[in-house]
Every structure is written in structure tokens, then in C-alpha cells.
């Protein structure tokens, strides 16, 4: 089955500095990669995804990053502020059939003013 | 507004009872799933349902168990109660092939004492 890898596990940055969390993953069938943002007490949400057709998907601050030969995808934060501070979880899954998210342990990004 | 709900948001037990956590997604999403997730933030799969009167259990063993006999209700059961299922659980549903990853439930925090 599918094993989701995510470094590192704490990240301390300062407000205005760029952020990146990495993953790797081991199921070659994997083509569906989400990042979720879990802020205290609240549910992880959705903020960005890619599937394995293409390479780089940017959203205004944030831009995830795949390489499919390497089994690894990265999250890039751009001009990081203090609401940026949350737990962020990679997750790799088919995007058909069981569609089945495998998740990586979790980054807890502080970004400090 | 659609979306999925869980209840109770707290729930403070005793062992040995039994209890229901409920999940409601108004969403008309076929695939539905349960999260334990950790102090520690990982969040690991106990159960999933591919539709009506379909579930199967997921990659953490646990001693709870599920229903589907509606698309938009998904309760988890725990016969028993004990300390060690002291936990949050998140609830999640997902239509892939409508565009639509994983959205989740608030959660139940689960305090069995």
C-alpha cells in the first residue's frame, strides 16, 4: 500500500520568509496529491492539489511542486504571515476507484511577526 | 449551505458504554471515510464506505464499527468504550470524478474516562 512521508515536522520561520514542506511517496499508481491546512481546534482544509499530469500548480502565495520519476512533492509558501501558522498534511491517493488518502505525519509551520 | 456535519463536537464518556458518533454530508458524495486523529496530529483511516451498504475498514486497526444505509449518513459505533480510544475523529466525504477531493466534519473529541 500506498506510505506518505512528510519533513519536517516543525518549521519555524519568520513573517515575510518563504516556507517549504516536503513529501515522498511510494505507490507509483498514486496520481492525486493534496495538501491540507489545519489551523488549532478547526478541520483540515483543502488549499491546494495537483494531480500527476502536470509539474507546478502556484495559487497566489502558495505552489505545490511534483516530480513523478522521484516519488516527491513539495509545498512552497511565498511572503509567509502570522495566520499562515497551522499544521499542514500531504496526502497521496488514485484519483479513481477507492480514491483512498494516505496522509503524511504533518507539518507544524509557526511563523513568528 | 452543503457541507458535512458531525455530533457530537465534545463528548466526555465513561468506560464500557456505547456510543455513536454521527456524520451527515449534504453533498450527495458517494465516498465517505473516518479519521482517528492523534494528539500527535497524524491522521490515520479506520473506516470507508464506497456507497450505500458498502464499508470496509481501513489501515488502523480499531474496534469500532460503521453503517451506510443512506448516502448521507455515516455513524461510527463503539460497543465499549475504553480510555485507550481517547481520540479526535474526523469524518470525511469525497466525489473525485465531480472534482471533488476530501472535505471533512468538524470532528468529535472523544474523552473516555
Known amino acids: 500500500g500506498e506510505n506518505v512521508e512528510q519533513h519536517p515536522s516543525t518549521l519555524s520561520v519568520q513573517e515575510g520568509d518563504s516556507a517549504v514542506i516536503k513529501c515522498t511517496y511510494s505507490?507509483?499508481?498514486?496520481?492525486?496529491f493534496p495538501w491540507y491546512k489545519q489551523e488549532l481546534g478547526k478541520r483540515p482544509q483543502l488549499i491546494i492539489d495537483?494531480?500527476?499530469?502536470?509539474g507546478e500548480k502556484k495559487d497566489q502565495r502558495i505552489a505545490v511542486t511534483l516530480n513523478k520519476t522521484a516519488k516527491h512533492f513539495s509545498l512552497h509558501i511565498t511572503e509567509t504571515q502570522p495566520e499562515d501558522s497551522a499544521v499542514y498534511f500531504c496526502?497521496?491517493?488514485?484519483?479513481?476507484?477507492?480514491?483512498?488518502?494516505?496522509f503524511g505525519t504533518g507539518t507544524r509551520l509557526l511563523v513568528s511577526p | 449551505e452543503a457541507d458535512i456535519y458531525q455530533t457530537p463536537r465534545y463528548l466526555v464518556i465513561g468506560t464500557g458504554k456505547k456510543i455513536t458518533l454521527e456524520c451527515s454530508q449534504t453533498?450527495?458524495?458517494?465516498?465517505m471515510y473516518w479519521y482517528q486523529q492523534d494528539p500527535g496530529m497524524e491522521l490515520h483511516l479506520i473506516h470507508y464506505?464506497?456507497?450505500?451498504?458498502?464499508?470496509e475498514k481501513g489501515d488502523l486497526s480499531s474496534e469500532s464499527t460503521v453503517s451506510r444505509i443512506r448516502t448521507e449518513h455515516f455513524p461510527l459505533t463503539l460497543e465499549s468504550a475504553r480510555p485507550s480510544h481517547t481520540s479526535q475523529y474526523l469524518c470525511?466525504?469525497?466525489?473525485?470524478?465531480?472534482?471533488?477531493?476530501?472535505?471533512f466534519g468538524s470532528g468529535t473529541r472523544l474523552t473516555v474516562v
Open positions: 470525511a466525504s469525497s466525489e473525485f470524478e465531480r472534482g471533488y477531493g476530501y472535505t
Open positions: 505507490d507509483s499508481a498514486s496520481n492525486y
Open positions: 495537483i494531480r500527476s499530469n502536470v
Open positions: 496526502a497521496a491517493s488514485e484519483d479513481t476507484g477507492f480514491q483512498k488518502l494516505v
Open positions: 453533498m450527495g458524495h458517494d465516498k
Open positions: 464506505s464506497y456507497g450505500v451498504n458498502s464499508t
